[in-house]
């Protein structure tokens, strides 16, 4: 069974600060996605990642994929509170979305 | 199109009654997926149609669980006898497929509460 987890759980930082997410899933798949939950929201599409070595940037997020290592980051730089979420990655397994466990993130003025 | 519709957003019921839930997907996708979410975790893949086609439905929690999408377009998940334990958002998705996926575009949800 597929397998994806998410680390740090929570994440609390100051503004100004970077910082990354991991997302490692437990087999082959080429497709990532990465998502934002507000509380009480739905989810908001951020990223797709389509292929190995994908670099996406938005703002202040950017993603990446390494399929080799069944990895992919999510990196934030200089943060602001307006950042403060869960973020969730999504792996692609035969067309099925697989999520992560969430990773919490606290921005703090 | 408005993105991915679902009805009703709250639901509060009594354990033992049944309930049943909408989703209408972005009208071009022929992919439609449903996740149940709790709180402090991620969503938790359910079933998924491709058109009326039910492609997996054994992650369904239980007998109790059913879907259908009869034309295509929209679809409904019952839950039968429900119980507290039933108590979470449920969330609809879709997508469109030829070949491979596109990215899933999400619902606000229903928020199930049995009380």
């Known amino acids: 069974e597929l397998k994806v987890e998410q680390n740090p759980l929570f994440l609390s930082m100051q503004e100004g600060k970077n910082y990354t997410i991991y997302c490692n899933y437990s087999?082959?798949?080429?497709?990532l996605y990465w998502y934002r939950q507000d509380p009480g929201k739905s989810l908001e599409s951020l990223f797709v990642?389509?292929?190995?070595?994908a670099v996406k940037q938005e703002g202040r997020l950017m993603a990446s994929l390494d399929t080799k290592a069944r990895l992919s980051t999510l990196h934030i730089t200089a943060a602001v509170h307006d950042l403060s979420a869960t973020y969730f990655c999504?792996?692609?397994?035969?067309?099925?979305?697989?999520f992560g466990t969430g990773t919490s993130l606290t921005v703090i003025p | 199109d408005t993105g991915v519709s679902q009805d009703p957003r709250h639901k509060i019921t009594k354990r033992g009654q049944n309930v049943t839930f909408r989703c209408d997907p972005i009208s071009e996708h022929n992919r439609l997926y449903w996740y149940r979410q709790t709180l402090g975790q991620g969503p938790e893949f359910l079933t998924y149609f491709q058109n009326e086609a039910q492609l997996e439905k054994s992650r369904l929690l239980s007998d109790r669980f059913s879907a259908e999408r009869p034309k295509g377009s929209f679809s409904t998940l019952e839950i039968q006898r429900t119980e507290q334990g039933d108590s979470a958002m449920y969330l609809c998705a879709s997508s469109s497929y030829q070949g491979r996926n596109t990215e899933a575009f999400f619902g606000q949800g229903t928020r199930l509460t049995v009380v």
């Open positions: 990642l389509l292929s190995n070595g």
């Open positions: 087999t082959t798949s080429d497709r």
């Open positions: 999504a792996v692609d397994l035969g067309g099925q979305f697989y």
